[in-house]
């Protein structure tokens, strides 16, 4: 079962910024965070991940609270391809451990 | 450089028949990992492959079945096919080396429908 908690929808104007939050409070020491992303009839495509530290990739920022328990991940100018199903997953450190999905956040960005 | 690609995109079985899904992972990557996405969820994890050995498993039948070839292309076979394995079946393909990053290249998947 997925160990994270995601709003089941969530709608953002174009242009403005995306937050999309997460809660993963049992999540352990040596756990990542990671988000993917899967548009419309496509495979998941990853977004970004980190482990305590905010972290900012070309695609977007992830801030991780310091307690780690909850994290969100920021698209900072939205645009009408970011429409999408967004998954927050917690993953071991080390290892080959698979990704568990969960059900996601809908994303629509409305022009 | 080509991505993972998966064939055939889109195929209808019956009950009872056996199907074959294919995919060739993303240039230099040696992983390959099947996943199982119902309509509304999230992908669900089948079974991963390495070496031509089938390294981890999720919580699926024995009717699910695979194989990877030695240029890590790999297989996915469902026998005795149900109602229940209509879904969309996602490759990820990756790097044991960097298997400590998580990031896993998908492709579009092979939406299987079973009358």
Known sequence: ?111 | DAGVTQSPTHLIKTRGQQVTLRCSPKSGHDTVSWYQQALGQGPQFIFQYYEEEERQRGNFPDRFSGHQFPNYSSELNVNALLLGDSALYLCASSRVREANTGELFFGEGSRLTVL
């Open chain 1, 1 to 111: 079962d997925a160990k994270t908690t995601q709003p089941t929808s969530m709608d953002c104007a174009e242009g403005r910024a995306a937050n999309l939050p997460c809660n993963h409070s049992t999540i352990s020491g040596n756990e990542y965070v990671y988000w993917y992303r899967q548009i419309h009839s496509q495979g998941p495509q990853y977004i970004i991940h980190g482990l305590k530290n905010n972290e900012t990739n070309e695609m977007a920022s992830l801030i991780i609270t310091e307690d780690r328990k909850s994290s969100t991940l920021i698209l900072p100018h939205a645009t009408l391809r970011d429409t999408a199903v967004y998954y927050c997953i917690v993953r071991p450190i080390s290892g080959n451990t698979p990704l568990v999905f969960g059900k996601g956040t809908r994303l629509s960005v409305i022009a």
